[in-house]
């Protein structure tokens, strides 16, 4: 390897460890990246129902217009929503390890004497109330760790705080970090990085709007079959399967213990009943619903999910869990467009020139005038030489 080389990969090393070492920072810039864009569509959309009506709404005002009525919209909710909520969330805490000892009982009353129908003789089943025990710290700790995560006010106001003043930032004035981080690319592949740019926008948008279409299918009919089951505390349930349906595969997991543990206040068949219906709601949301609603959008599939939710929270912690689908989804199109299309689908087939040719001829329409006039002066065709 020449000098050169040898630099090239040493500064690629210390921009790595650099990284690694701000990440948690690098993560509050990507969450409010996420929402300058859900408000830049909100600026966007207000600014053409201005024009619709024969009113010339600058930016400035959009923004500020947007920044209200959403401030509007969120005290209204935890206003209307909290309340009743943390009412019956407090009564959910206390009540649910009762369902659950009572669980474990009913459980070990099995095990000393079984049903005549159930043949037990052949099975050593373990002590529930002993083994419940012994798993009892480990799920103390994690609640404790999760807690503890919160229980640092200060910490987490500060954190709010800068991604509110990031988000802000970047919804007055996207056009200029937009270019800032276009001219980080080699100049004959400027355009192209801005066409990506703008489908990772795009793709964005769509999975939070589909995402929040599912969450409220999800606690509307949580609510609809708690409340046909008779299950107490039918409002905070149905709010905390929505709420943890914006987590696939994991939050569904966590958002049915605490209907099954207050249901088995009243007996086993009626959690049972509610198993059964949060496992036929999840399929009907995962197999009917988001497909519908998502058609035109990105997908990604089960395993893909899982395994960034696991990679994001294991290497970044809960913020990785938090953003580990917009770090997906960000990432699949990169991939896609970058990795697979540019590179990997032209290798060895159309000569450069052509390629060059046909890049231009698609590429060279002028920006859609909703992302805004971007600085292309200096920018080189892509992948011309």
Not at 111 to 121: A, H, Y
Not at 264 to 282: R, T
Not at 299 to 325: E, K
Not at 354 to 362: D, H, L, N, T, Y
Request: charged letters at 15%; hydrophobic letters at 60%.
């Amino acid at each position: 390897m020449k000098l050169g080389d040898w630099i090239a990969v040493i500064c690629f090393v210390v921009a790595l460890v650099i990284i690694w070492e701000f990440r948690e920072a690098l993560l509050l810039v990507l969450g409010a990246v996420v929402l300058s864009i859900a408000l830049n569509s909100l600026v966007r959309l207000l600014q053409a129902w201005g024009d619709l009506f024969g009113i010339k709404l600058s930016r400035g005002m959009a923004v500020l217009i947007s920044i209200v009525l959403v401030g509007l919209f969120g005290t209204l909710f935890f206003a209307l929503v909290a309340p009743p909520f943390i009412n019956q969330f407090q009564q959910l805490i206390e009540l649910a390890p009762i369902g659950f000892q009572r669980f474990l009982n009913w459980l070990d009353q099995i095990r000393v004497s079984p049903p005549v129908w159930l043949n037990l003789e052949q099975l050593q089943l373990p002590n529930f109330s002993e083994l419940a025990q012994q798993v009892g710290p480990l799920a103390q700790n994690v609640i404790e760790n999760f807690v503890t995560f919160f229980s640092n006010s200060l910490a987490v106001l500060v954190k709010l705080l800068f991604v509110l003043v990031l988000t802000v930032m970047f919804l007055v004035d996207p056009t200029s970090y937009r270019t800032l981080l276009i001219r980080l690319f080699p100049s004959f592949y400027r355009r192209r990085a801005d066409k990506i740019l703008t489908l990772c926008e795009e793709v964005l948008l769509g999975w939070m709007g589909g995402i929040v279409i599912n969450s409220i299918f999800v606690a509307i009919l949580s609510a609809i079959g708690l409340a046909a089951l008779q299950v107490r505390f039918v409002f905070a349930h149905a709010l905390l399967a929505g709420v943890f349906n914006f987590v696939p595969n994991i939050g569904p997991m966590l958002s049915v213990i605490f209907p099954i543990s207050v249901a088995l206040l009243d007996s086993p068949l009626k959690a049972l009943g509610v198993l059964i219906l949060y496992l036929v709601i999840q399929n009907v949301e995962s197999y009917w619903f988001s497909p519908m609603v998502m058609r035109k959008q990105i997908s990604l599939l089960p395993a893909v999910t899982l395994t960034a939710q696991i990679f994001f929270a294991t290497f970044l912690g809960l913020l990785g869990l938090i953003l580990a689908l917009p770090l997906a989804v960000v990432t699949k199109t990169w991939l896609e467009e970058a990795f697979f299309k540019d590179f990997l689908d032209r290798w060895g087939g159309t000569p450069r020139s052509e390629i060059s040719r046909q890049m231009v001829a698609i590429e060279d329409a002028q920006l859609s005038p909703s992302h805004g006039e971007m600085v292309t002066e200096g920018m080189a065709d892509p992948w011309e030489s």
